[in-house]
């Protein structure tokens, strides 16, 4: 696997588990954070649904006086009781408003639950309006106990209104289990301050109707007083369990010294006085205003046990908040951090390699390097000195090609001096040698004819005698290069030696061959021959030709041989003129 693919499979691998952990972790830390929440928020709505309680219990005191208002009826007292109406209903509004549209099990109880009490207490304020439009005799009369009815109804809305409250208190105390104590505690606090409430109201109507306890009375205030110890016992068995802090403490005793203290010692006066006869020794209004105040130290430790349990629930939340935004913010450096780790991998060793090994293929290639692959190296690293290494061999391998070009065409030059004569610039006699002989095998194998011509220069002595050495090779250099216009492609032309010259042509008929003499011969001798002394000179030439078929070509000596007889005969014959070698069939020019 190519390493670039390597890198990008083990980054992306790499990164999708960090992402994975980092996702799952958060994701573990949002539940906590919204269990923790919904645990608050069912305490919030056990504590308004207490509230509820609170106010529709309230409710009875001013009911009480209304069912037992002598006529005319006393308006005073119907608009208190509305007061009163109007906030239970505002606290019951608020209590489902609470609720809202949560879709919890326990919230859908607790909607059923308040939605029946809500109802429950219609019936009982019908009832209790029912009573009241009664006449006061027909209510007042003695074993009809007409006003008791609506009340019994209005303690049936609380009995509904707790079992909400408790149902969204266990929904709390599943989420908050080490609150429990101050969640049940609280809800005992309500149920307390409810049955103190009730156990007051069996009083009201015999305090406002003169009358001694009834029997009904008789049977609730025991079972109420009862009910009371008994919930006195488990708030304190609770507090105490669960060593309760300083200001819980503190409502305890309040409620001790102010409920347990002076309320119930009073009720078992009145109770005691009720039994013996009807002088209770206070009227209905002053039993009010003397119960019901410290009643209030009841929801004092109602509202001190629920704070202690929203503080502690808040500080959950906010501890789950403050937890999931670390965890988080930890993920996100981990991930920020890889993903920089990776970036500068690939740009300090990934990226940097990959030039390194292009450059690399491109020297060993031959072909120039990248302009980058040749900057400056500034990096002091591994990479730096592979960098540094591929450049030097860049160079290196540079100069070698530019050696191997001066050697080349040195050796080019060498050969070329070689096979050249240094005075005309025509092939030398070694040179025409091994050229010929490639050239006859070609014709050989083409079945070409061959001819060789070689010419003399006419009494050349003379010129060398009359005007010098030096006016000899120009003579020669001027020859040369006439001859030379006359050369075809694929024929050799040569000095061979002294002032004699050689040329080879293949594929050449022998008429051609004659035609190409004679034009050489006719060409020379015209041709005007400037001296370095300003003499112009007019050579002659003698030529001697031999041709051959293809079939019959033997070897360059023997052809050579026989031109150089035709050109003796050549000489003999009075120069500058061409003969031919002894082949009259094929020399037949026309
Ligand atoms: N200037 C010069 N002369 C050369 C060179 N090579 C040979 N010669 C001269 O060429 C002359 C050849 O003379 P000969 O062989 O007698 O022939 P010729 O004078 O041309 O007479 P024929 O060939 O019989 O017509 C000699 O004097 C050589 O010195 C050369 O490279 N330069």
């Known amino acids: 696997m190519r390493l670039t693919r390597l890198f990008l499979l083990t980054t992306g691998l790499l990164l999708a588990l960090v992402s994975a952990l980092l996702l799952r972790s958060v994701w573990a830390d949002w539940r906590q954070v919204a269990a923790a929440e919904l645990g608050l928020a069912a305490m919030q709505r056990a504590y308004l649904g207490m509230k509820v309680a609170e106010k529709a219990s309230a409710e009875r005191g001013p009911a009480i006086p209304v069912l037992n208002d002598t006529q005319p009826a006393d308006p005073a007292k119907r608009a208190r009781l509305q007061e009163f109406r109007r906030i239970t209903d505002a606290s019951f509004d608020e209590a489902l408003a609470a609720l809202g549209d949560s879709t919890d099990p326990a919230s859908l109880s607790a909607r059923a639950q308040l939605a029946q009490a809500r109802q429950q207490l219609d019936r009982a304020r019908a009832e209790v309006d029912r009573v009241a439009a009664l006449p006061h005799a027909q209510r007042s009369a003695p074993g009809q106990r007409l006003t008791r009815a609506p009340i019994d109804l209005m303690f049936a ?111 078992a006066v009145l109770t005691e006085r009720g039994l013996a006869g009807n002088d209770y020794g206070v009227d209905s209004a002053s039993f009010v205003a003397r119960y019901v105040p410290p009643m209030k130290s009841i929801v004092e430790l109602r509202d001190t046990m629920f704070s202690a349990a929203r503080d502690a629930a808040r500080q959950r939340v906010a501890d789950a908040r403050t937890r999931m935004a670390i965890n988080a913010g930890l993920g996100l450096a981990v991930l920020c951090i890889e993903l920089a780790v990776f970036l500068l991998i690939r740009r300090r060793v990934l990226q940097p390699l990959l030039r390194i090994t292009r450059a690399m293929n491109a020297v060993m290639e031959g072909r120039d390097l990248p302009a980058r692959a040749l900057a400056r190296v500034v990096r002091d690293d591994e990479i730096g000195d592979m960098k540094r290494a591929v450049v030097a061999l860049q160079a290196a391998t540079q100069r070698r090609r530019e050696l191997e070009a001066e050697r080349e065409q040195l050796i080019a030059q060498l050969r070329h001096a070689s096979d050249t004569d240094f005075l005309t610039g025509l092939l030398n006699r070694r040179a025409f040698t091994e050229q010929a002989a490639g050239l006859l095998a070609q014709a050989r194998r083409h079945g070409w004819p061959v001819a060789l011509i070689v010419f003399d220069l006419d009494h050349f002595k003379r010129i060398n005698d009359q005007h010098g050495h030096p006016a000899g090779d120009a003579a020669l250099r001027a020859v040369a290069d006439i001859a030379r216009g006359h050369v075809r492609q694929g024929e050799l032309l040569a000095r061979h030696g002294g002032e004699e010259f050689i040329l080879l042509a293949v594929d050449c008929r022998a008429s051609e061959a004659r035609q190409l003499a004679e034009r050489l011969r006719q060409t020379l001798a015209d041709a005007p021959i400037p001296l370095p002394d300003g003499v112009v000179l007019h050579v002659t030439s003698s030529f001697g030709l031999a041709w051959v078929e293809a079939r019959r070509i033997a070897d360059l000596d023997t052809l050579y041989r026989d031109a150089d007889r035709a050109l003796y005969r050549a000489k003999a014959e009075g120069r500058n003129r061409v003969c031919s070698a002894a082949d009259p069939q094929s020399l037949d020019v026309t």
């Open 157 to 267: 809305v609380i009995d509904t209104v707790l079992a909400g409250v408790t149902t969204q208190s266990a929904a709390a105390e599943a989420i908050y289990p080490e609150l429990a104590m101050p969640l049940v505690g609280a809800r005992y606090a309500a149920e307390l301050r409810e049955y103190a409430g009730r156990l007051g109201s069996q009083f009201t109507t015999p305090l406002a109707t003169g009358l001694a306890l009834g029997r009904e009375e008789q049977r609730e205030i025991p079972l109420l007083t009862g009910r009371i110890e008994q919930l006195r016992k488990l708030i304190s068995l609770q507090a105490r369990a669960s060593r309760a802090e300083a200001p819980l403490q503190a409502a305890i005793a309040k409620m001790e010294a102010q409920y347990f203290g002076t309320d119930l010692p009073f009720i």
